[in-house]
């Protein structure tokens, strides 16, 4: 019966498309505030966490180790370790989908083949997250930013009681509007939910999208100011005969990003060992490893951008960039394998500052460039490690130029973006988030009772499609599919079995959760 309800809703909205379209800008600007503040107060206990954490060592580097009160100290460190590893344990089990980045559960929940209780996620991805991240571990806020941003949505769409298309609609605009408030960088914020989770463009997404992540932004810069997260001064505009060493540099980016996901996708093996015999003892082990470097290596701990400021800006000897490379890399892994809510985006943009700065040193020495294009080389590399990893070449473009504020370094990025993605396709490396949920689902298969819940979805048939060109009823359409609409620019079609479709519309059909991904497929050319 509530499938019923659903259907009937869908079928008034995609009915009577310009109060739909107000209606889904309207509320694109209530997810914007709502996930704005989210992630607002994320953000600031992110801080303060780490403003303690960085205080903490300080005083204990300052007390003479051989001094009594320096072992107490200590000790209470330890057991505030095993204290917080106890707490992040306890949030994980207590709700798996808070677990981990949160990108790949958010692109599951669009394909509706995950169900999150946004409720649920959203306290323990605060809470967890603040913990984790501020214990020391090496991962980011942009991915709990972005699942705390579809949930927030989420919640608004069910205190609405709003459709299943239409939650999927807000729950793209709340993603994006996290990433917008994470980074202070609204386009990337949009471009990223519409080229990587829901890989639509239709007017339906964009606008509710650019109302949240707008926003957002305006919530994020009135609490926390206009700076952008990397301070990099003084980027100059790259000479075009330096275009040769943009290549260079983005096919040595886009081999750290292969493997990168390697490692990503293969430190299970590592915590399979004997040693590890449950989930406690991961976390146990990473946050130890996170104390440990607390002391010795201090710079590869958090998500890292006061890293990347001190790079760009510092001349570091080829020796300890190196070292800061290895030491951010494996702890990296090493913190996102335990399995407690935090993401490796801005841990991944670290690694790419730091191979472009290991380029921009070699290429110094041999004086193949000049000293003032440092800072270029690595914030091109950093977009180009982000394309290869992720495969999303306009988000890695737009999201570091408005993370360092280096609009004239457009040409440079792009080139150094799609490089690193022809790199990643010709080593076959897969697109880390698309993996990810892949796994999730191979190990966590869904309820078949979530397979079968029937819902409307929006694809976007593109340019040499399987369908493209062809009439309706000539198609080979999925089991227990239906055709409901059809939308041409501002033309909506009645399908019958003589209607063509083009490249260029948008379709309204009717299936269960388990074709939606075939039916993607078959309208993007891949089958």
Same mark, same amino acid.
């Given at each position: 019966?509530?499938?019923?309800?659903?259907?009937?809703?869908?079928?008034?909205?995609?009915?009577?498309?310009?109060?739909?379209?107000?209606?889904?800008?309207?509320?694109?600007?209530?997810?914007?505030?709502?996930?704005?503040?989210?992630?607002?107060?994320?953000?600031?206990?992110l801080?303060?966490?780490e403003?303690?954490?960085?205080?903490?060592?300080?005083?204990?580097?300052?007390?003479?180790?051989?001094?009594?009160?320096?072992?107490?100290?200590?000790?209470l460190?330890?057991?505030?370790?095993?204290?917080?590893?106890a707490?992040?344990?306890?949030?994980?089990?207590?709700?798996?989908?808070a677990?981990?980045?949160?990108?790949?559960?958010?692109?599951?929940?669009?394909?509706?083949?995950?169900?999150?209780?946004?409720?649920?996620?959203?306290?323990?991805?605060?809470?967890?997250?603040?913990?984790?991240?501020g214990?020391?571990?090496?991962?980011?806020?942009?991915?709990p930013?972005?699942?705390?941003?579809?949930?927030?949505?989420?919640?608004?769409?069910?205190?609405?009681?709003?459709?299943?298309?239409?939650?999927?609609? &807000?729950?793209?605009?709340?993603?994006?509007?996290?990433?917008?408030? %994470?980074?202070? $960088?609204? #386009? =990337? +914020? @949009?471009i *990223?939910?519409?080229?990587?989770?829901?890989?639509?463009?239709?007017?339906?997404?964009?606008?509710?999208?650019?109302?949240?992540?707008?926003?957002?932004?305006?919530?994020?810069?009135?609490?926390?100011?206009?700076?952008?997260?990397?301070?990099?001064?003084?980027?100059?505009? &790259?000479?075009?005969?330096?275009?040769?060493?943009?290549?260079?540099? %983005?096919?040595? $980016?886009? #081999? =750290? +990003? @292969?493997? *990168?996901?390697?490692?990503?996708?293969?430190?299970?093996?590592?915590?399979s060992?004997?040693?590890?015999?449950?989930?406690?003892?991961?976390?146990?082990?990473?946050?130890?490893?996170?104390?440990v470097?607390?002391?010795?290596?201090?710079?590869?701990?958090?998500?890292?951008?006061n890293l990347?400021?001190?790079?760009?800006?510092?001349?570091?000897?080829?020796?300890?960039?190196? #070292?800061?490379l290895?030491?951010?890399?494996?702890?990296?892994?090493?913190?996102?394998?335990c399995?407690?809510?935090?993401?490796?985006?801005?841990?991944?943009?670290?690694?790419?500052?730091?191979?472009?700065?290991?380029?921009?040193n070699?290429?110094?020495?041999?004086?193949?460039?000049e000293?003032?294009?440092?800072a270029n080389?690595?914030?091109?590399?950093m977009?180009?490690?982000?394309?290869?990893?992720?495969?999303a070449?306009?988000?890695?473009?737009?999201?570091?130029?408005?993370?360092?504020?280096?609009?004239?370094?457009?040409?440079?990025l792009?080139?150094a973006?799609?490089?690193?993605?022809?790199?990643?396709?010709l080593?076959?490396s897969?697109?880390?988030?698309?993996?990810?949920?892949?796994?999730?689902?191979?190990?966590?298969?869904?309820?078949?009772a979530?397979?079968?819940?029937?819902?409307?979805?929006?694809i976007?048939?593109?340019?040499?499609?399987?369908?493209?060109?062809?009439?309706?009823?000539?198609?080979?359409?999925?089991?227990?599919?239906?055709?409901?609409?059809?939308?041409?620019?501002?033309?909506?079609?009645?399908?019958?079995?003589?209607?063509?479709?083009m490249?260029?519309?948008?379709?309204?059909v009717?299936?269960?959760?388990?074709?939606?991904?075939?039916?993607?497929?078959?309208?993007?050319?891949?089958?």
């Open positions: 019966m509530n499938d019923r309800k659903q259907i009937m809703g869908t079928y008034k909205s995609i009915s009577d498309w310009h109060n739909f379209r107000l209606r889904l800008f309207l509320e694109g600007i209530l997810t914007g505030v709502f996930a704005g503040l989210v992630i607002s107060l994320f953000r600031w206990g801080t303060e966490a403003n303690w954490r960085g205080q903490l060592y300080h005083e204990l580097a300052l007390r003479d180790w051989s001094s009594s009160a320096y072992w107490f100290a200590a000790l460190l330890i057991a505030a370790v095993l204290l917080i590893a707490v992040l344990y306890k949030l994980t089990r207590y709700e798996p989908m677990a981990g980045s949160g990108i790949p559960q958010v692109k599951g929940a669009l394909l509706g083949l995950i169900k999150m209780r946004w409720f649920h996620i959203m306290w323990v991805k605060l809470t967890a997250g603040i913990l984790g991240i214990a020391g571990l090496s991962l980011g806020r942009e991915g930013s972005i699942q705390l941003g579809a949930v927030s949505a989420q919640g608004i769409s069910r205190l609405l009681g709003r459709t299943r298309m239409e939650e999927r609609y &807000l729950m793209t605009s709340g993603a994006s509007a996290g990433l917008a408030a %994470a980074f202070n $960088a609204p #386009l =990337a +914020g @949009v *990223f939910a519409l080229e990587e989770l829901h890989r639509n463009f239709s007017i339906m997404v964009l606008l509710p999208s650019m109302a949240a992540a707008m926003t957002a932004t305006v919530i994020s810069r009135a609490l926390f100011g206009r700076d952008t997260v990397f301070d990099i001064p003084d980027l100059q505009l &790259l000479p075009l005969n330096y275009y040769g060493i943009v290549i260079l540099v %983005a096919l040595v $980016a886009g #081999l =750290a +990003g @292969v493997i *990168f996901n390697k490692g990503l996708l293969n430190i299970g093996r590592f915590y060992l004997p040693i590890f015999k449950s989930q406690l003892h991961k976390i146990i082990f990473a946050l130890m490893t996170a104390g470097l607390g002391f010795y290596l201090p710079e590869v701990l958090g998500g890292g951008n990347i400021n001190h790079v760009a800006k510092t001349p570091v000897s080829l020796q300890l960039l190196l #070292l800061f290895a030491g951010k890399l494996l702890f990296t892994l090493i913190s996102y394998g399995g407690v809510p935090g993401g490796f985006f801005l841990p991944m943009l670290v690694i790419g500052a730091l191979s472009g700065s290991i380029c921009a070699v290429l110094i020495s041999l004086q193949i460039i000293p003032i294009y440092a080389i690595v914030v091109i590399a977009a180009a490690l982000f394309s290869s990893s992720v495969r070449p306009i988000t890695g473009t737009v999201l570091i130029m408005e993370m360092t504020a280096s609009y004239q370094q457009l040409l440079s792009a080139i973006a799609m490089v690193a993605f022809v790199i990643a396709e080593c076959r897969k697109p880390i988030y698309e993996e990810l949920l892949n796994r999730m689902l191979q190990k966590d298969k869904p309820a078949p979530a397979l079968e819940q029937r819902n409307v979805v929006e976007a048939i593109c340019s040499g499609s399987f369908i493209a060109n062809k009439f309706i009823k000539d198609i080979k359409w999925p089991h227990h599919t239906l055709l409901v609409d059809v939308k041409r620019g501002e033309e909506q079609l009645i399908p019958t079995g003589d209607t063509r479709l490249a260029g519309d948008f379709i309204y009717l299936t269960e959760n388990e074709y939606i991904e075939e039916l993607q497929a078959m309208a993007a050319g891949e089958n």
